[in-house]
């Protein structure tokens, strides 16, 4: 548990919390003083107990009790006598400073005196007494409990009331902290920590008034006193601790003078900070705290309000109960109806009316052949389009009763005809799913479902294509549940067996484009054009001549924000397919994006004029991104006149060359 | 339409081309995106300097962008910063990903703020597979 677990509850949480400030001043500060006060703080991070802040209060207490009571009559077993939860670092270091202690003190003296040059820095920068708090908690903590096991703040934090109210201390005097002489304290941190207990006791009996304070110098003196009893069976040094102590009693404070010391330096500085803490604005007293720690409660349950905003689980309810869609208010546009998985559900689809193929049939040849024969050779595709209609109509449903379907669905598409092409190829996938031919059409549906942004009716169907071509592919039942919730649900779950399918593919040193075809829908679903790209020209290594893998590797580049890269692609496409009305299209729209509008219209018009060739209906997204880019080119004028659906043509009178 | 630039707020450029996208429309385009998406988003965006600004989407009766609250009550209100709007407008963070890690807050109909990047995706004139 750590601080920022304390206060914000969850890492994200963090950057709203207001208190995280206070953390980056409390922890900050904090390590300056555990450096000192208990060896690196690196080290100390590496025994952070697992235990919970309540146990280790306890414990904390009773060793504590233990300490001072064994202290009071028996020094030398104290000394003696580890704690048993000590770890082994600390140990080897007490060890070594009970054997090394006249060189550690004559060593520690001095290092001690130049580190106070700064030992205001924390409490100068911290405004807020919750931070005091914390700030002064945590190092007296580690100390208290003779060892450093407990660094941390949040349990400090907790630690702070029972502290107070166990009795054996007087209410903790943060503000004494401060006027603590720094070197002495640091000086001792180098020895035991024993020597930091008895000091740091006497620190919190302290009230704050000279006369507190001058009994709790007088009890450091003497438990330094009972402590270098138990140092001398080691042969410890006692001139040094001897006039140690004599320093320590003379550094008495007086109310406004500071005796003069053996140290002029070392007293004035101590008044120099006295003084400063008196008129310090910094509100310590123990009822602020309390205050404050209300006003954090409450600041905590706030924030925790706000997170759970709403309840998923209801929402997901009510989303259900209400149908998806259909959200309650009369309008005037009835919404698209989707089924469970997410799958919209379109009229039938509409025939072109006066289909001239429909009349009697001069040709021998069935209108199926013919229009295959005419998407081969690169034929208009809304006549391709049309004979297949007719075919339809005519009863010619081609191999399996889907064929024509799906043949009639994919050229609609490739014609920039998306809302003819879905339905076409969402009813031939019917059939050819009740036919047991289950894959064919689903991926393309699945790419045309993508560009109407229909997300989860995509994922769906890529999941079923999935089953439909790997049959004995595991998928588990909360993948196959995950199209029922939304797209968000399913997308990471879909993408991950078509990660796994793929990459069990490539062990086997085989490349199954279709699979990266699937894969490179499921990136595009959710904007990750660069792996879309990766993936559709590694299709496209396998299938060179696929002017829709071409296409499609375009798009990609396109809508990832690299149109003049994707030209070059489109180009690829449409020298293989001049009559790909799609990538026309598209060539269209990254001109529009680069803002080159002029060219952009141009080839707007050149794709319809294509699709002029038949006579039949023109593609309604044409019209309007053709629109579009007329108000781009602050031509009003001719969006307006784009309305009427005129001749194309006319726009040649305008300047446009297509 | 003017009024929906509002100075400090990056978003508002969006939301200005956005509208003048649905302006655009025909009626039955119009009708076409209204059908697609059939609901009044609430955008609450918290620009730099902390301030909100509310702004609505309504692709249910009108197909318009306004300032201002939502009227009628929106099915579902979207809390967020000025930033990670214009990530999201612009595609280098989706809703997913964005309510995930907490950028987007959401109030009413969950199941509706899906539809969002959907709607935003309309703002940009996107390729097609």
Known sequence: ?658 | MSDIKVDGWKSSEVLATLSQVFESFSDEEKKAQIQKTKGIFELRIKNAEGKEGVWTIDLKKTGTVYKGEAKPKPDVALILSDETFTSLAEGKLDGQKAFMTGKLKTKGNMMMATKLDGVLKTAKTKAKL
Not at chain 1, 68 to 80: I, K, Q, T, V
Not at chain 1, 315 to 320: G, I, L, T, V, Y
Not at chain 1, 552 to 561: A, F, H, Q, T, V
Not at chain 1, 587 to 607: M, P
């Open chain 1, 1 to 658: 548990m750590s601080l920022q677990g304390l206060i914000s509850g969850s890492e994200c949480a963090l950057p709203a919390n207001p208190l995280s400030q206070v953390l980056k001043h409390a922890e900050g500060d904090r390590s300056l003083q555990q450096d000192r006060i208990a060896g690196p703080s690196s080290s100390r991070l590496h025994h952070l107990p697992g235990t919970t802040a309540h146990t280790a209060n306890d414990r904390d207490l009773a060793l504590a009790q233990q300490f001072f009571e064994r202290g009071g009559h028996n020094p030398a077993g104290a000394s003696l006598s580890l704690p048993p939860h000590l770890p082994p670092v600390e140990m080897g270091r007490l060890m070594e400073m009970s054997r090394v202690q006249s060189g550690g003190l004559n060593h520690a003296w001095p290092e001690a005196r130049a580190s106070e040059v700064n030992p205001f820095h924390g409490v100068e920068e911290i405004k807020t007494p919750g931070a005091w708090a914390a700030e002064f908690s945590t190092p007296s903590h580690p100390i208290m409990t003779g060892s450093s096991q407990q660094s941390m703040v949040g349990a400090a934090f907790q630690q702070q009331t029972p502290y107070g109210a166990s009795g054996m201390y007087s209410p903790p005097m943060m503000n004494m902290y401060g006027m603590n002489p720094v070197g002495i304290q640091s000086a001792y941190a180098g020895l035991d920590p024993r020597y930091n207990a008895s000091l740091e006791q006497t620190q919190n009996k302290g009230k704050g008034k000279e006369v507190d304070f001058d009994t709790a110098f007088a009890q450091a003196a003497a438990s330094l006193n009972v402590v270098q009893a138990g140092e001398t069976q080691s042969a410890a040094p006692q001139e040094d601790l001897t006039s140690l102590e004599a320093r320590l009693k003379d550094v008495r404070l007086e109310e406004s003078t500071v005796r003069d010391a053996d140290d002029g330096v070392l007293a004035s500085d101590f008044k120099h900070y006295w003084d400063q803490l008196q008129s310090s604005d910094i509100p310590p007293p123990v009822e602020d705290l309390a205050k404050w720690e209300a006003e954090f409660n409450q600041l905590m349950t706030a924030q925790r309000e706000d997170t759970d905003f709403y309840n998923y689980g209801d929402a997901m309810q009510s989303a259900w109960d209400n149908g998806l869609g259909d959200y309650g208010d009369a309008t005037p546009v009835d919404a698209l109806k989707f089924d469970e998985e997410g799958l919209p559900i379109f009229s039938d689809y509409a025939f072109e009316p006066n289909n001239k193929y429909l009349g009697a049939s001069t040709s021998t040849r069935s209108l199926l052949g013919d229009a295959k024969e005419l998407l081969e050779r690169n034929g208009s595709l809304s006549e391709v389009a049309l004979l297949l209609e007719a075919a339809i109509q005519k009863g010619e449903l081609g191999e399996g009763g889907y064929e024509t379907w799906i043949l009639l669905g994919e050229t609609r598409n490739m014609d920039e005809r998306e809302e003819m092409g879905m339905r076409a190829l969402a009813e031939g996938v019917k059939r050819a799913t009740e036919s047991g031919a289950a894959p064919a059409g689903m991926l393309s549906l699945a790419i045309s479902y993508t560009n109407e942004n229909y997300d989860r009716a995509a994922h769906t169907m890529l999941l079923r294509w999935l089953q439909a071509r790997f049959p004995s592919l595991p998928i588990a039942e909360e993948t196959l549940e995950s199209v029922k919730h939304s797209s968000w649900d399913s997308h990471n779950r879909i993408t991950d067996i078509f990660l796994q399918v793929a990459r069990s593919q490539h062990s086997q040193g085989t490349v199954d484009p279709d699979v990266q075809i699937g894969l490179g829908v499921m990136f595009y679903t959710q904007g990750d054009f660069d792996r879309a790209k990766d993936c559709f020209e590694s299709a496209l290594a396998l299938r060179p001549k696929d002017y829709l893998l071409w296409n499609r590797l375009g798009s990609c580049l396109s809508n990832g924000n690299k149109p003049e890269e994707a030209l070059g692609i489109y180009r690829e496409a449409l020298a293989l397919r001049p009559t790909y009305t799609r990538a026309i299209y598209n060539v269209g729209v990254a001109c529009l994006n680069i803002g080159a509008h002029k060219e952009a219209a141009e080839h707007f018009l050149s794709a319809l004029a294509l699709q002029d060739s038949t006579g039949g209906e023109k593609s309604e997204q044409l019209w309007f991104t053709l629109r579009r880019t007329f108000f781009a080119m602050d031509r009003t004028d001719l969006a307006e006149k784009t309305k009427t659906r005129p001749a194309v043509e006319t726009f040649r009178s305008e300047g446009f060359d297509f």
